[in-house]
């Protein structure tokens, strides 16, 4: 079966960097977009990266433009989002979802990585 | 604030019917398609209804999407407690070139 399973939160303080990995099995990996979506303590959900079946083609959110950098590792069925230049705003749990043909349409989700920004 | 929206919370008793209503504007739900997911607290969300309308293997036909120009319902009927989640929609926007959601709406099953 499908699984997605995020690692690497952590506390950070602001101004850290940090790097999560969300590993994949059950499916082909290379041939699904993959996502990383956020949610912040008692809110919504928040998109912030998408990258495409190459990793070649990545997309962001406005409010991680320049600080966030997505990758992925075909090879190891592995996607991959760096954090730098963190702020309290970026706290939040980090889901990693397959992605299929609609933009939003997120069909697979990890159980998420807790991230946490404070001094 | 999110982009689209969603009341914050809605409520229903066992067996009745719970309409979540999701509003946007012609960038996003006006042109694009409208997914809802489902977050049971603590846990992951789950993709409920695909492309306004369709439910994916294993969804019960309790649950049903809607779209009409700018805004998006999802329908419970026969509300059962294992229901109670918070809902959220989610579309693309042209616009922004992002993926947008909703706030999320809690629904009690009282």
């Known amino acids: 079966q499908v699984l997605l399973v995020e690692s690497g939160g952590n506390l950070v303080k602001p101004g850290g960097s940090l790097r999560l990995s969300c590993a994949a099995s059950?499916?082909?990996?290379?041939?699904?977009?993959m996502s990383w979506i956020r949610q912040a303590p008692g809110k919504g959900l928040e998109w912030v990266s998408h990258?495409?079946?190459?990793?070649?083609?990545?997309y962001y959110a406005d409010s991680v433009k320049g600080r966030f950098t997505v990758s992925r590792d075909n090879a190891k069925s592995s996607v991959f989002l760096l954090m730098n230049n963190m702020s309290a705003g970026d706290t939040a749990i980090y889901y990693c979802?397959?992605?299929?043909?609609?933009?939003?349409?997120?069909?697979?989700w990890g159980l998420g990585t807790l991230v946490t920004v404070s001094s | 604030q999110s982009v689209l929206t969603q009341p914050p919370s809605t409520s229903g008793t066992p067996g009745q019917r719970v309409t979540i209503s999701c509003s946007g504007s012609?960038?996003?739900?006006?042109?694009?398609?409208v997914y809802w997911y489902q977050q049971v607290p603590g846990a992951a969300p789950k993709l409920l209804i695909s492309?306004?309308?369709q439910r994916p293997s294993g969804v019960p036909d309790r649950f049903s999407g809607s779209k009409s120009g700018t805004s998006a319902s999802l329908l419970i009927s026969g509300l059962r407690s294992e229901d109670e989640a918070d809902y959220h929609c989610?579309?693309?926007?042209?616009?922004?070139?992002?993926?947008?959601f909703g706030g999320g709406t809690r629904l009690t099953v009282l």
């Open positions: 979802a397959r992605r299929l043909v609609g933009w939003a349409s997120l069909d697979y």
């Open positions: 059950g499916f082909s990996f290379g041939n699904y977009y």
């Open positions: 990258i495409s079946t190459s990793g070649k083609t990545v």
């Open positions: 012609s960038s996003n739900i006006g042109t694009d398609f």
């Open positions: 492309k306004n309308d």
């Open positions: 989610a579309s693309w926007d042209d616009s922004l070139s992002a993926v947008v």
